[in-house]
């Protein structure tokens, strides 16, 4: 046996097992959805789609995809599916290339309103080949002003408007999405990756019924394995599907795709709902506490499994926040506010998700000692050792891997 490897891997268990991860995009794949990942799938070749490759024996793998695209039919009531893609960003590049020509507009929040990277960034693929203009957040509310978008949307007249986001918090509203892209001639184009946990189990409003596309990874609050999805009107079937191969993509990771099926299966049971509701619940109990505490929630609260967290007022930048919390155990990104004052490397908040520790069982209780460990790590006021064997203990109370 490979004995770096297994130290590492060792390691890393360990960290997981030990730390309260706090990062929103981050979840715990159940050991079904990770077996299947890890499953002798990764060895075979299966460039083209099922019924249609471009190698032989392929009759398992064609089954294999078959299942996961019917399963996520059934979960999101999708017309047409594309279970290849390798990642969120990759789904979003095959669907821009599907969809847009270069000079195109297209409407975004930008990422220090809580836009992704793929949604017209300057340093990613999207915003150097793409023409984006972005919509924002409104300055007091800090949430989507639907009316002014309206009103940018009426002077831009873009070919499609992108909603679904990275680092915002509250629900979003598809149906008047689809109202202001009607309106204005527009593609409506979703890429729900942190909330498709939650769109599949019904607690946030439907965007699949409303968009053109959507777009989504597999791994965030879907809690499946490490992956893009693409979901579309059947109109768009065809050019979707032959951007993502051969135009993006070579081999289909077979693999992952078993383990998507097996991930839609997870999320079409009631304990996947179940779950979804306790995210929730985690996330707004969390937002009250930390709020009660004088941390200002942005926003104000969250309607979702994420909480952007405005650490100012503690006389602290999210760099400084986000590392004190990391050395205690409490593991959590930096992030932008709207309108931030400080450099985006250093910033003023700290985003916040619960799907994590609610795939671990944690409840009111954990939440009630996670949010005075936060409190009393950022104001510095007690001993930093005691914190550390607090976490350590709830850690230990939740395990994971099994
Ligand atoms: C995470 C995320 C992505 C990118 O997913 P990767 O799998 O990391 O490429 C794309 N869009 C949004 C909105 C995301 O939150």
Redesign the pocket.
């Known amino acids: 046996m490979d004995n770096n490897y297994l130290t590492i891997l060792n390691d890393e268990k360990n960290r997981q097992n030990k730390s309260i991860v706090l990062i929103a995009?981050e979840n715990y794949a159940s050991k079904s959805v990770r077996e299947a990942q890890g499953s002798i799938f990764t060895n075979k070749y299966a460039e083209g789609y099922p019924g249609a490759r471009y190698y032989g024996g392929c009759e398992y793998v064609d089954q294999i995809e078959n299942l996961a695209i019917s399963r996520a039919k059934e979960l999101f009531g999708a017309e047409h599916v594309n279970v290849q893609p390798?990642?969120?960003?990759?789904?979003?590049m095959a669907v821009y290339s599907a969809l847009f020509n270069s000079p195109d507009l297209i409407m975004s929040l930008p990422l220090d309103h809580g836009?992704?990277?793929?949604?017209g960034s300057k340093v990613n693929f999207s915003g150097k080949f793409y023409n984006f203009k972005h919509y924002e957040v409104d300055r007091e509310s800090e949430q989507i002003d639907y009316d002014k978008l309206h009103e940018l949307a009426k002077i831009f007249s873009p070919k499609a408007i992108l909603s679904?986001?990275?680092a915002y918090p509250r629900e979003i509203d598809f149906e008047r999405m689809k109202y202001i892209c009607e309106d204005v001639g527009s593609l409506m184009i979703v890429?729900?990756?942190?909330i498709s946990g939650l769109v599949a189990a019904k607690l946030h409003n439907d965007c699949v019924k409303y968009a053109d596309v959507v777009?989504?990874?597999t791994?965030?609050t879907l809690r499946g394995p490490?992956?893009?999805l693409i979901l579309s009107k059947k109109e768009y079937a065809k050019k979707i599907d032959k951007s993502v191969f051969p135009g993006m993509q070579g081999g289909p990771m077979m693999h992952t795709i078993a383990a998507k099926a097996v991930a839609f299966q997870e999320a079409l049971s009631e304990d996947f709902v179940e779950y979804q509701k306790l995210v929730l619940k985690n996330a707004k109990s969390l937002a009250s506490k930390l709020a009660k505490s004088g941390l200002r929630i942005v926003t104000g609260d969250t309607d979702t499994h994420m909480l952007l967290v405005d650490v100012s007022n503690f006389n602290l930048t999210g760099k400084l926040a986000e590392e004190r919390l990391n050395e205690s155990g409490i593991i959590v990104n930096r992030n932008t506010i709207p309108y931030d004052v400080n450099p985006p490397r250093i910033c003023s908040g700290i985003r916040i998700g619960t799907a994590a520790i609610s795939s671990r069982g944690m409840d009111e209780d954990a939440i009630s000692v996670i949010s005075e460990c936060i409190i009393q790590i950022l104001r510095n006021s007690s001993d930093k050792n005691i914190i550390k064997e607090k976490i350590l203990s709830l850690a230990s109370k939740y395990p994971i891997l099994d």
């Open positions: 995009s390798h990642s969120g960003a990759q789904a979003n836009g992704h990277l793929t949604h679904g986001f990275t890429d729900m990756a942190h777009t989504s990874t791994h965030k490490r992956g893009g």
